[in-house]
């Protein structure tokens, strides 16, 4: 069980009725759990599934997406910019970027932690972190480490200060997911 001890932050990020939550450090793993299947629940507007997200369809999906996802989301970017400020990172950091996708918050979670700091982006789907690790590549960023595994499965391999969700509602929706993270 749990790699992380983080709590969210009580900040709300609305949009379209939906709010994304962010989250840091904190030691009562057992509340921080049900504080994110709550808010997990109450982020959209759609019946909540019993069986969980499938992840075959989600990989499918992502596959035909990852050329274009950058693009498709470029009008979301004062969001994760305002999800990433409320992280409140600091220099030296250790911060997990949870379903990192194609390595977008990337940037913003570097300015936090600075070259002194570590990113660990986590992604089930093969294609969108092959657009990550060329994003690394190309703004050398030594300090990331991708994992390519479901976030249920990831090895972070110790704590961090700090985990971002931004568009995970598959994740969050997901027990064995945050237990194994949080």
């Known amino acids: 069980g749990g790699r992380l001890r983080i709590k969210p932050v009580a900040h709300q990020i609305p949009l379209c009725d939906k709010w994304f939550p962010t989250t ?28 969980g997200p499938d992840r075959l369809a989600a990989l499918q999906q992502y596959k035909r997406r990852s050329v274009t996802y950058d693009l498709e989301l470029a009008a979301f970017e004062p969001i994760r910019r305002l999800a990433i400020d409320c992280l409140e990172l600091r220099p030296g950091q250790t911060v997990i970027d949870i379903g990192c996708g194609t390595g977008l918050s990337l940037a913003g979670l570097h300015k936090g932690v600075g070259a002194r700091g570590k990113i660990i982006g986590i992604e089930q789907s093969p294609e969108m972190i092959a657009f990550a690790e060329k994003r690394v590549s190309r703004h050398r960023y030594g300090n990331v480490r991708l994992l390519c595994a479901p976030a249920e499965e990831a090895d972070i391999g110790g704590l961090a200060d700090a985990a971002l969700f931004h568009f995970t509602h598959d994740i969050l929706r997901l027990p064995a997911a945050l237990d194994h993270l949080l």
Do not use: E, I, Y
């Open 24 to 51: 840091t450090v904190q030691d009562d793993r057992s509340k921080l759990r049900s504080d994110m299947v709550r808010a997990g629940h109450h982020m959209n507007k759609f019946p909540r599934a019993t069986a």
